[in-house]
């Protein structure tokens, strides 16, 4: 047990060796590394729905998803192995400000932000249409 606050990482100095103390090994590798950001559920479900309704379409063929330690990745490809044409993205650092979710293009762009996934999402209900 330690005086620290949780999610934090002591530093090397404050870390005490003495010999013959019992030290549970998950609260040790719980300071070290702070669980990674991932997405709840029904937010996967949402997701994983607009996925299928493309895939049936034609227009995405694989996907790919990161947990990392500030932001949640899903990423969307046309064919494996190229980058990804969008990644939807939950940073909840940026959930009091700009909202935590939002939908980026290939270029980098942010095509949509907000706080509600359902809403970020329906940037992908729009039908590109061929002008002449």
Do not use: C
Request: a positive charge; zero cysteines; charged letters at 35%.
């Amino acid at each position: 047990m330690t005086d620290q606050p949780e999610g934090t990482r002591p530093s090397h100095e404050a870390v005490e060796h003495k010999p013959g103390t019992v030290v549970d090994l998950n609260d040790y590798r719980r300071s070290l590394d702070p669980l990674p950001v991932t997405f709840h559920r029904r937010e996967l479900d949402a997701i994983l729905w607009i996925y299928g309704r493309m895939v049936g379409e034609g227009e995405w063929r694989d996907y790919a998803i990161d947990h990392l330690r500030d932001k949640a990745v899903f990423s969307v490809f046309k064919r494996s192995g190229e980058f990804p044409l969008y990644r939807i993205e939950k940073n909840p650092k940026l959930a009091a400000k700009q909202g935590a979710f939002s939908v980026v293009g290939s270029d980098g762009r942010i095509l949509k932000r907000g706080h509600d996934l359902r809403q970020v999402l329906k940037v992908f209900d729009r039908k590109l249409k061929l002008l002449d």
